[in-house]
């Protein structure tokens, strides 16, 4: 078995690891027990390019069960948890590739190194699998019969590879799922970011104006979290909806520029370009703080900051000060990457278990069907969606009331009004 990760000694901490997430992902230990019996993944070669944390390592092992061979690498240089890499490798026989901190030659190695066995299936968060086949050799993979893909910024990318009639093969995008972004989306990346911020930072949210860039599920589950904690938060959108709803569920509102001179805390969430920008800096209050928590780290633009400086330094682990040419100093963390992944752990496995639930059954149900399925970006199947909503409910101990078959018939009727 191939692997390149950091270092094997460290498989006895992730294992220890692994096991304290298993005990809040009861939906995957059920999937788990049904595949190990009916192995639905008997004989296929599954390319995964996720984050490698403890939730990534069940999800591993599920595939595994199911009768899948799994090759696993990261989908972020910084967001691998190196024990659970080993861990993985020493425990479950999983081939990993992912080193935290590896530069992006490695990681693009690493990419290399798990679609060289000529997968049949690829699990992408973000894309970068489905994006380097089809950039650099869409002939070799001819055998790849349907892929999955775990994000927006993924499903944005993917979209736009179909619309463009270039996708070579079905994906079903699991974070339209209502299972998924629902709740990964919404609290999993509320929570881990106020995580990432604060295991970086130690500082106090009560009363920061805390900015907010991007409005979608992400965004306003991190504006609910760090409402929470006390801070005044302040959202910059560019949909007119978005900004509304933003409004109305209590925050201001106001174009990046304007909240730029009064931030303490700026963290982008949009899946776009240049949301903070060289202009933004200059307007920025000194010992600005200033995350991303997208999934790529476009979304801060990183090169004017080192053009508008005279100097950097590591402060902490995961925030650089840069000293502007004007004496003003901004903190950026986790060198603009995804701060929840890169200073903390990512999402809680509560969550991670209905995203990881619906990816496990997306592989099973591209496995079954993919020959009936035309080159698209295709939903979760709605029964799938709901039968994890049930299974979660059930785990959670929290039972819910039935239609009554009078309800069920008025509800299929038309004829009773006022
Ligand atoms: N994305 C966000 N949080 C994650 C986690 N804990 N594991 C895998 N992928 C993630």
Known sequence: MTYDIKDINLAKRGKLRIEWASNDMPVLKLINERFKKEKPLKGLKIACCLHVTTETAHLAQVLKEGGAEVLLCASNPLSTQDDVAASLVKNSGISVFAIKGEDTKTYYNHIKAVL??????????????????????????????AGTEETTTGVIRLRALAKEGKLRYPIIAVNDAMTKHLFDNRYGTGQSTMDGIIRATNKLIAGTNFVVCGYGWCGKGLSMRAKGLGAKVIVAEVNPLRALEATMDGFEVLPISDASKIGDIFITVTGDINVIRKEHFLLMKNASIVANTGHFNVEIDINSLEGLSKSKRRIRDFVD??????????????????????????????????????????????????????????????????????????????????????????????????
């Open 321 to 418: 000060e840069y000293t502007l040419k004007n004496g003003k100093r901004i903190f950026l963390l986790g060198e603009g990457r995804l701060i929840n992944l890169a200073a903390a752990e990512g999402h809680p496995a509560q969550v991670m278990d209905m995203s990881f639930a619906n990816q496990a059954l997306s592989a099973e149900y591209v496995a079954k069907n993919y020959k009936k399925m035309k080159n698209e970006v295709f939903k979760v199947p709605d029964d799938i969606d709901k039968n994890i909503a049930a299974l979660k409910l059930r785990a959670m101990g929290i039972k819910i009331d039935k239609l009554t078959k009078e309800q069920e018939k008025y509800l299929a009727s038309w004829e009773v009004g006022t």
């Open 116 to 145: 060289s066995p000529k997968p049949d299936i690829t699990m992408d968060d973000g894309a970068d699998l489905v994006s380097t086949i089809h950039q650099r050799s869409p002939s070799e993979h001819s055998n790849i019969i």
